[in-house]
């Protein structure tokens, strides 16, 4: 039973997010969810046509649905970040808006506004558009 109580401490401490300082380089669209959407109408409008027609409409739908999105304004908000090793790396950002240069903390998989902690989330408005 001692064993298992290590085990689990270690797999705990192994799985949580790591925090750490990094700075937004650009912000950068996404339009995965339109593509997502008009792929799923296609294919279902495209099958009447049986297979062969759900694979086209698929594909059609997906890309009429990532331009749709674009056009409309509604694209997601992704920020290329320089993570204090220095590498560059992607991440989505459905709740804050930040400005090119601004300090962030990424927690799991989201930038978080600067000083930012699970204890003091409530003090950090929430500013998406």
Do not use: C
């Amino acid at each position: 039973m001692k064993k298992f109580g290590i085990l689990a401490l270690t797999i705990g401490m192994l799985s949580v997010g790591t925090v750490n300082a990094a700075e937004i380089v650009r912000e950068v669209t996404s339009e995965t969810s339109g593509q997502a959407a008009g792929g799923m109408n296609g294919m279902m409008a495209g099958a009447v046509g049986g297979p062969i027609g759900a694979v086209l409409g698929a594909g059609f739908g997906a890309l009429f649905g990532g331009s749709g999105q674009e056009a409309l304004g509604a694209s997601e908000r992704i920020y290329l970040v320089r993570t204090d090793s220095g590498e560059l790396k992607e991440y989505r950002s459905p709740n804050y808006v930040f400005a090119e240069g601004e300090k962030v903390v990424i927690h799991g998989n989201r930038p978080r506004p600067y000083g930012w902690t699970p204890e003091t989330a409530d003090s950090f408005a929430y500013n998406g558009r």
